[in-house]
């Protein structure tokens, strides 16, 4: 079942995506413009057409239709084979229709690129491969085998060689460019599709855990009374059964599990009460939580060494948004995945802009991506190296792109860069930059202003 929604998500199965009634509607307007051409060329232009032939034709993909509306239900999805079947019958039905009415003297042969191009936005490629073969040997061969177009005087219309020759040319290089144009356009559609969801997922989890961390809290705070009344009654009872041991035990047991179930209960509900009470949190607070999760992963994180101590009295206090915690902890996990041994996380501000630096002593992006890094599905830094570094990562760069949206939506802009050999200084810990990736936000999208703060007597802020 796994396996199967990831196919269906990651776009593998486009072709079971399309309807039956889609097909018919547009079959259906194709035969209305194929009646519509044939009475004109009769009755207006009076040419001289095996009119029954071609009415004959056209009847068929009527029946078809007619025969598809009735036996399908209305919302059948068409398999990659049945959606092939059709588009090929489209192929022979209008390379038919072209037999009978000059072949590529007709100027309507270039409607041949039509069901190629759906397969390509819609099917898998050797079916696109199939249906373009036999639509180009078709076409080929009509440019010696059809039926002459005649006047109402019997003249027989066609074009030179040289302009028939230059329709089959034109006509097969729209069936390639068309087809190639097609795939990638939807192929992209399709990747950024799957991205943004991925990125809607990555926020809604987080959010769930910011309110997870509240309902932890809120019964913490419910439970405390019932556990404080228990204590309380335990130690009473304790003290009433000092001559009777084995009760004196049961009584000092209880209260000793109460006070477990405190303990418990407070290291619970610690995040989930600052994240209930505290929506707001000093700068620094915020990168360390984010950075949290990677901070014991074999790698030497580094935080704010550029800040002076007398600038601390000034960090700026923002809000704490799931977005820009799950944002630059996924800066600081790419950072750490591809680090030798340090990442730097360094934070500066000015009364305009706050910036973070994210950066490590790896490799950095390679020359090639990096103006492409944070499209989905854009490897960065991909090897057999790199893979044993991330067991389990596929290195698709949606991690970035994901950090890049979330992060864009609370007004920052992302750049990355690498870094240089700054010094040959021993004395100073970054020898040497490997990737680095800066956020910068205004600073009036981030910043709380003081009168918005919670007014705590146990507010750290304000400790």
């Known amino acids: 079942m796994t396996e199967l929604s990831s196919d269906i998500l990651s776009g ?162 729209a069936i390639v460019f068309s087809s190639l144009y097609a795939r990638r356009v939807v192929s992209e559609m399709s990747s950024m599709s799957e991205a943004l969801a991925a990125t809607q997922m990555a926020l809604a989890r987080e959010q769930k855990l910011t309110d997870l961390g509240g309902v932890v809290a809120a019964a913490a705070h419910e439970l405390g009374t019932p556990l404080a009344t228990i204590k309380l009654t335990s130690g009473e009872l304790m003290e009433e059964l000092t001559d009777q041991p084995e009760l004196y035990d049961d009584a000092a047991l209880i209260k000793q599990q109460a006070d477990r179930c405190r303990d418990i209960l407070r290291s619970m509900g610690r995040a989930g009460k600052d994240d209930l009470q505290l929506r707001r949190a000093p700068l620094l607070t915020l990168i360390e939580e984010a950075a949290e999760p990677h901070l014991n992963r074999g790698k030497n994180l580094n935080f704010n060494e550029d800040i002076t101590q007398s600038s601390l009295g000034n960090v700026p206090i923002v809000l704490r948004r799931p977005e820009i915690i799950h944002g630059l902890r996924n800066l600081v996990q790419n950072a750490v995945d591809f680090a030798k041994e340090n990442v730097w996380v360094e934070t500066d501000w000015t009364n305009d802009t706050i910036t973070i630096r994210i950066m490590d002593d790896g490799r950095g992006f390679p020359a090639h991506v990096i103006g492409r890094i944070g499209n989905p599905f854009v490897g960065t830094r991909r090897g057999t190296a790199e893979r044993k570094q991330r067991p389990g990562y596929e290195g698709m760069g949606l991690g970035l792109f994901i950090a890049k949206t979330l992060l864009e939506r609370t007004g920052a802009r992302l750049s990355f860069s690498n870094g240089t050999r700054l010094s040959t200084d021993k004395t100073t810990s970054r020898a040497h930059r490997g990737a680095i990736a800066e956020v910068t936000w205004p600073r009036h999208r981030l910043e709380v202003a003081a009168d918005d703060l919670p007014l705590r007597a146990d507010n750290p802020i304000f400790s």
């Not at 051409?37 to 095996?50: D, S, T, V």
């Open 12 to 173: 593998q199965m486009r072709s079971n995506w399309i309807r039956l009634r889609t097909i018919i509607t547009v079959r259906w307007i194709a035969i209305i413009g194929q009646i519509i051409a044939l009475l004109i060329a009769q009755f207006l232009f009076q040419m001289q057409l095996n009119y029954l032939l071609c009415y004959l034709a056209v009847a068929v993909s009527m029946a078809g239709n007619i025969a598809a509306t009735l036996v399908f239900p209305e919302n059948k999805l068409l398999s990659e084979t049945e959606n092939a079947a059709m588009l090929l019958f489209d192929i022979l039905q209008l390379c038919f229709l072209l037999f009978l009415t000059g072949g590529l003297n007709n100027p309507f042969s270039i409607l041949i690129v039509g069901p190629v191009t759906i397969s390509a936005a819609s099917l898998s490629v050797p079916t696109t491969v199939t249906l373009g073969s036999v639509a180009t040997v078709l076409i080929s061969l009509m440019t010696h085998f059809h039926l002459p177009l005649r006047s109402e005087q019997g003249v027989i219309l066609g074009i030179p060689d040289i302009f028939l020759y230059g329709n089959l040319a034109g006509i097969l290089i």
